[in-house]
C-alpha cells in the first residue's frame, strides 16, 4: 500500500460493530468508518469509495441504498441483511452486492464483495514520489532505470510495433512470462491473438482491434489461455505511442490476472440470480400458506392446508403430515397432498424404529432432518415402497414445534437435488412453526370455547418441582393462588403457605431458578408468597399444551395438582410429558366434567386482554394478599415494594385494571 490511499468504506450500522465487519477490520488497504445512522452519512459520501449498510434494529439498508443512488447512482453498496425480504427490496433499488448476515462465512463474503465493489476504480495516489527527478540522472542511467521498472513490473508489458504487418510484440516483461506461462522466444515476434481461445469474447476481440486500426486507447477483459491450456481472464489496456512526426508507431499493453474478480462477480450473479427466483417464489408459498392458517378453524384445516400449499410448489412432488398416536406407538398420516397416490396405511412410520428414518428423528429431536444422500435414499426407498429411489433426490421432516411441543412431522420428497438448500430449510422451518403455532392457538381456544372439559388428578414427589421440594424441606403446606407471565419472561408464582416465613424465604433462597422471594401479606395463619420464577415455569409449560391448572396442594412433600384440557386433547401424552420431565408422578383419576358456560371464560379471557402486565400484576397482588378485605393486613406501600415502584405509580396500575375491570363488567 506504500504511496496509495487505503479504499474508503463507510459502514452504516446501529449499535457498532458486528461480526460480519470483521473481514473488513482486519485489512489494511481498506480505511473505515462506522455511523449509526442514515443521517450521518450524508456529509461523508462524497469522500467514499463503498457503502456497507447493515440492516437491523435503527438502520433501514433500502433506505440507506435509496440516498446513496439519490446521491451517486454509480458509487458501490453492500447490503448485509439477516432478512432475505430484504434483499428482494435491495435488488429493485440498485443494490450492488447482498450479503446474507447469518450465513457462517459472512465476514469473508463481505470482505470480498466489497474488494469486488471497489476493484474497478483503483485508489489515487495520495501523495508524490519525492527525491530526485528522474531526468536528473542522466540519459544513460534514466533508460536503464524505466527498463529495469519494466522488467519488474508486477503487471505484464508487452510493446507492439504498429508499421509491421500483423503487428507483433517486439517486447514483453517477466511478469507476462509468468502470467501466460509463453518464454520470450516464443512470444517476442508474434501477435498476442495466440492468447485467444474458443471462450475467448469476438466482441472485446473486436474491440481491441479496432482501437489499434484507429491508433486509440482501450481497455477490455478478455478469456485467454495459458500455454497449458489454462483460462484465466486477462484485464487487457493498450495505448499508442508517437513517432517525432507524431504518428503512431507502437502501441504499449498491459496484462492483468482478474480471473478472481471475475469469477467472484459471476459468483455473486449466479446467487443474485439464484436468490431473486428463490424469493419470489417464497414470497408466495408463505403469503399462501399464512392465508390459509389465519382462515383455518381446526387442526385438520391447518394440517390438510399446508400439505397443499407446500405440494403444490414446483419443487415439491409430495407432502404429508403425521402425528404421534400413542396406542400404536407409530407417526400415522392425518394430511397428504401431491402428484403421487399413497395410501395413508402406507405413510404410517413406527416410532420404535431408530432415528435413522427422518419423521422419527425430527419428532424425537425438534430439529428439522434432510436426506439427499443417493445410498440413504436407497434404503428409504426399499423400506417404503412408495417411493422410486431411480428419481427420489431428497426427503426433508420438519418438526411442527411450538416451544417444547411437538405436534407431528411435515414431511416432503422432491426430485430436484438443488431444492433442499439451506434458504429452502429455513423456509420450511418458518412453515413448520407457523402450522405448530396456529395448531397451539387452536388447541389452547377449545379449553375456553369447549361446554365440557376432561380434568386429571395427578400427585408427585417429584423434588424437581421447587414447590414439592420446598414443602419437604420445610414440612410447610402450599397452595396455588395462580401466576402472572411477564414481558421479559419472568413468571409471578403466588402460594399460601402455613410454615413459617423466614424459614420458607431462606429455603427459596437455594434455588437457582427463582429469582426472589417474598411475603406478600398475612391472613387467618397463612402467609402469601411471591416467587419470580426465571426457567420454564409449570403452570407456562402446561399452557402451551391447552392445559389450565385448577389447583395445586402440597403437603409434606406430596403434591396434588388439578388439570384441566378440553376433551379432544391427548391425555396420555401430557401425562407422559409430566412424567418425562417429572419422573416421581403418578396419574389418580380421570373425568370428563360439564364446565361453567363458556361466555364467562371467554369474559375473563377478554378481561386479560385488556390489561397490561403491570396492571394484571397489580390487580392479582391486590386480590391474593387481601387488599380488598375489611381489616386486610397489606397496604399500598407493601404491595408497591414487592413491585419495585412507588406507591402512586402502584396505584395508578390498580385503579387502571378496575376500572378496565368494572367497564368490562357493565358492558358485558
Known amino acids: 500500500m506504500t504511496g496509495t490511499r487505503p479504499h474508503r468504506v463507510l459502514v452504516i450500522e446501529a449499535g457498532g460493530t458486528s461480526d460480519p465487519l470483521a473481514g473488513l477490520e482486519a485489512d489494511g488497504e481498506i480505511a473505515l468508518t462506522v455511523a449509526s445512522r442514515s443521517d450521518e ?47 428482494s427490496d435491495a435488488v429493485a433499488a440498485g443494490v450492488s452486492e447482498f450479503v446474507p448476515a447469518e450465513s457462517p462465512d459472512a465476514a469473508d463474503r463481505l470482505h470480498g464483495r466489497v474488494l469486488a465493489a471497489v476493484a474497478a476504480s483503483p485508489p489515487d495516489r495520495s501523495d508524490k514520489a ?47 512470462e509468468r502470467l501466460t506461462g509463453y518464454s520470450k522466444s516464443f512470444a517476442v515476434g508474434r501477435n498476442c491473438r495466440f492468447l485467444q481461445g474458443e471462450a ?6 473486436a474491440e481491441l482491434r479496432a482501437a489499434v486500426d484507429a491508433g486509440e486507447s482501450a481497455s477490455v477483459e478478455l478469456l485467454n489461455y495459458r500455454k497449458d491450456g489454462t483460462p484465466f481472464w486477462n484485464r487487457v489496456d493498450i495505448a499508442p505511442v508517437h513517432d517525432a512526426d507524431g504518428e503512431v508507431s507502437h502501441f504499449v499493453g498491459f496484462q492483468m490476472d482478474i480471473t478472481d474478480r471475475k469469477e467472484a462477480e459471476m459468483q455473486v450473479k449466479r446467487e443474485r440470480e439464484d436468490l431473486r427466483h428463490l424469493l419470489l417464489r417464497i414470497d408466495g408459498l408463505l403469503q ?77 429431536t425438534g430439529e428439522p432432518q434432510t436426506v439427499t444422500d443417493p445410498t440413504v435414499l436407497s434404503r428409504l426407498a426399499s423400506e417404503s415402497p412408495w417411493l422410486d429411489a431411480a428419481d427420489l433426490a431428497g426427503i426433508a421432516a420438519i418438526p411442527l414445534s411450538y ?51 376432561t380434568r386429571i388428578e395427578i400427585q408427585t414427589r417429584d423434588t424437581g418441582l421447587f414447590f414439592v421440594d420446598l414443602s419437604e424441606r420445610t414440612g410447610a403446606s402450599l397452595a396455588y393462588n395462580g401466576a402472572v407471565y411477564r414481558d421479559d419472561g419472568s413468571v409471578l408464582l403466588f402460594f399460601e403457605a402455613d410454615g413459617g416465613t423466614d424459614t420458607i424465604l431462606e429455603a427459596a433462597a437455594d434455588y437457582a431458578n427463582i429469582v426472589s422471594a417474598e411475603s406478600l401479606s398475612e391472613y387467618d395463619g397463612n402467609t402469601l408468597f411471591e416467587f419470580v420464577v426465571t426457567d420454564d415455569s409449570l403452570p407456562g409449560l402446561l399452557a402451551e399444551r391447552g392445559v389450565r391448572i385448577d389447583s395445586i396442594d402440597v403437603v409434606d412433600g406430596i403434591g396434588s395438582l388439578e388439570l384441566e384440557l378440553s376433551t379432544e386433547s391427548d391425555v396420555r401424552a401430557i401425562v ?14 380421570q373425568r370428563r366434567v360439564e364446565q361453567p358456560p363458556s361466555t364467562r371464560r371467554a369474559f375473563v379471557g377478554e378481561i386479560k386482554s385488556r390489561l397490561t402486565e403491570r396492571q394484571l400484576t397489580a390487580l392479582r397482588k391486590a386480590h391474593v394478599s387481601g387488599f380488598y378485605e375489611q381489616n386486610r393486613t397489606a397496604t399500598g406501600d407493601t404491595l408497591a415494594d414487592s413491585m419495585d415502584i412507588g406507591r402512586a405509580t402502584y396505584h395508578q396500575h390498580l385503579r387502571a385494571a378496575e376500572r378496565k375491570l368494572v367497564d368490562a363488567f357493565f358492558n358485558q
Open 288 to 364: 399462501n400458506v399464512t392465508e390459509e392458517l389465519v382462515e383455518a378453524q381446526s387442526r385438520s384445516t391447518v394440517e390438510g392446508a399446508v400439505c397443499e400449499q407446500v405440494a403444490a410448489a414446483d419443487t415439491y412432488d409430495f407432502a404429508w403430515i403425521s402425528v404421534p398416536d400413542r396406542s400404536i406407538d407409530s407417526l400415522v398420516a392425518t394430511a397428504s397432498a401431491g402428484e403421487w397416490a399413497v395410501p395413508t396405511a402406507d405413510l404410517e412410520i413406527d416410532l420404535t424404529v431408530d432415528e435413522s428414518m427422518p419423521a422419527v428423528s425430527a419428532y424425537r
Open 403 to 453: 416451544g417444547e411441543t411437538t405436534y407431528g412431522v411435515l414431511s416432503l420428497c422432491t426430485t430436484d437435488m438443488a431444492t433442499l438448500n439451506a434458504h429452502e430449510q429455513a423456509v420450511l422451518k418458518a412453515i413448520g412453526r407457523a402450522a405448530a403455532t396456529a395448531i397451539n392457538a387452536l388447541e389452547r381456544g377449545r379449553l375456553i370455547a369447549s361446554d365440557s372439559v
Open 130 to 176: 519525492g527525491g530526485m527527478p528522474i531526468e536528473d540522472l542522466g540519459v544513460t542511467e534514466e533508460l536503464r532505470l524505466k527498463k529495469r521498472a519494466i522488467d519488474e513490473a508486477p503487471v505484464g508489458v508487452t510493446i507492439i510495433d504498429a508499421t509491421r504487418p500483423d503487428e507483433p510484440m517486439i517486447y514483453i516483461n517477466d511478469a507476462f
Open 200 to 205: 475467448s469474447d469476438p466482441d472485446a476481440v
Open 576 to 589: 407422559e410429558y409430566l412424567q418425562g420431565r417429572y419422573p416421581k408422578t403418578e396419574i389418580f383419576s
Open 41 to 87: 452519512a450524508g456529509s461523508q459520501l462524497a469522500d467514499t469509495d463503498c457503502v456497507v449498510a447493515v440492516h437491523g434494529e435503527g438502520v433501514d439498508a433500502v433506505a440507506v441504498l435509496t440516498q446513496v443512488r439519490e446521491f451517486d447512482p454509480e458509487l458501490p453498496v453492500v447490503v448485509v441483511a439477516a432478512d432475505l425480504t430484504v434483499a
